[in-house]
């Protein structure tokens, strides 16, 4: 008989699927569930229903750009280990609040692994340039009046 919990043995072969070619491990997640405030009354002193979720961006099996597009989308959210902390704690259930971090990390994974478009350089069309010159000459047109007060003799 093996001595491990058998939960953790499955806890570490399950791989959550982010997009066709990328999965994370459920070993690289860790939560921690703490009390969260707002409403429920009574329940909310003594049931921990906030989640804290923690997905460790160096342990993580991402590609090199994926990961470093998420650090620069998420970087307000990863500590100094880069370690990505999600804080969920909308809903009074823990279940809907753990539902919910995942959620939310995997969208912020499928955001970075759609590469940014890359910038097309256009010209300005004849109509702009002649309405930026208009522009430019009825500005230059205003300010020409507004010189000193000229004397009339």
């Known amino acids: 008989m093996c001595a491990e919990d058998p939960n953790e043995i499955l ?3 399950l791989a959550i699927p982010v997009t066709d070619q990328i ?17 429920g009354g009574q329940n909310v002193n003594k049931v921990a229903t906030a989640v804290q979720l923690f997905f460790d961006l160096r342990r993580a099996a991402l590609p090199d750009a994926v990961r470093a597009r998420l650090m620069q989308i998420a970087r307000r959210r990863i ?14 259930a823990q279940e ?9 990390l995997l969208a912020l994974i499928r955001q970075a692994a759609t590469p940014p478009k890359p910038r097309r ?26 010189g000193a007060a000229r004397a009339f003799d």
Not at 23 to 39: A, K, M, T, W, Y
Not at 79 to 92: G, I, W
Not at 121 to 146: D, F, H, V, W, Y
């Open 11 to 13: 806890k570490t072969h």
């Open 23 to 39: 999965s994370i491990q459920e070993s690289d997640l860790q939560e921690h569930f703490v009390r969260s405030s707002g409403p």
């Open 79 to 92: 500590n100094a280990d880069d370690v990505l902390v999600l804080e969920a704690k909308r809903f009074r």
């Open 96 to 104: 809907q609040n753990r539902a919910d971090a995942r959620a939310r």
């Open 121 to 146: 350089q256009t010209q300005p069309t004849r109509g702009s340039k002649e309405r930026r010159l208009q522009n430019k000459k009825r500005r230059g047109a205003i300010k020409q009046t507004r």
